[in-house]
C-alpha cells in the first residue's frame, strides 16, 4: 500500500536514515507543508515539523577507521623493517616477518577504505519526546536544504507564500 500525501511536496531527496537499533536504511525524503515522510524498503517514517524542537548538522568523519588504519600501516612497515633487518631463517621467522605484516597491510588498507567510503554528514532532528531522528548524505546540500525546508515550514513561510500567490491570482 503507497502512503500518500494529501499536501504540496517542497522538497524531495534520496538519503540515509540511521535507525535507534543502528540500521542504516536508504530511502527517499519528501518535506510537505507540515510534515517529513522518511520512505524506504518496508518502512515508512512521518515527523511533524511542529512537534522538531532542533535541527543539528554536523560531519561523521569516522575517526576511529582511519586512525585503525594507519595503526595498522604503521604496524606493517615496522614489521618489513624488522624482517628486513633480521632476515628470514625458519618459518616461523617467515611467518612473522611477512605473512602477517602483508595481511596487516590489507587490513590497514580496508579500513583506510571504509573511512574514506562512510565520511558522510549527519543530520539530526530532535523532537518534543527526546526522540531523534537522523538522515545521512554525502551531500552537505541535501541537508542544508532538508534543514531550511523544514525552517520555512517552522516559521509559517510557505503558508504566507501560498496565500501571496492566490492574492496575485
Known amino acids: 500500500m503507497e502512503l500518500t500525501t494529501p499536501e504540496r511536496v517542497l522538497f524531495e531527496t534520496e538519503v540515509y536514515e540511521i535507525d535507534d537499533d543502528l540500521k542504516v536504511k536508504r530511502g527517499n525524503v519528501k518535506i510537505t507543508e507540515s510534515r517529513i515522510m522518511f520512505r524506504s524498503n518496508g518502512n515508512a517514517k512521518l515527523l511533524y515539523i511542529s512537534g522538531i524542537q532542533m535541527v543539528e548538522i554536523k560531519k561523521e568523519n569516522r575517526w576511529g577507521f582511519f586512525a585503525g588504519g594507519l595503526i595498522f600501516l604503521v604496524s606493517s612497515a615496522i614489521m618489513y623493517l624488522l624482517g628486513l633487518e633480521f632476515g628470514v631463517g625458519s618459518f616461523t ?47 552537505k546540500e541535501d541537508l542544508y536544504e532538508i534543514a531550511n525546508a523544514v525552517e520555512l ?17
Not at 513561510?157 to 496565500?163: F, K
Open 153 to 169: 515550514v517552522k516559521m509559517g513561510a510557505v503558508r504566507m507564500l501560498q496565500r501571496k500567490e492566490r492574492q496575485f491570482v
Open 93 to 139: 621467522s617467515a611467518l612473522m616477518l611477512f605473512v602477517l605484516p602483508t595481511a596487516f597491510l590489507f587490513v590497514s588498507l580496508l579500513l583506510l577504505y571504509w573511512w574514506f567510503v562512510t565520511r558522510s554528514y549527519l543530520l539530526d532532528m530532535h523532537t518534543n519526546f527526546g526522540r531523534k531522528l537522523r538522515i545521512r548524505s554525502k551531500s
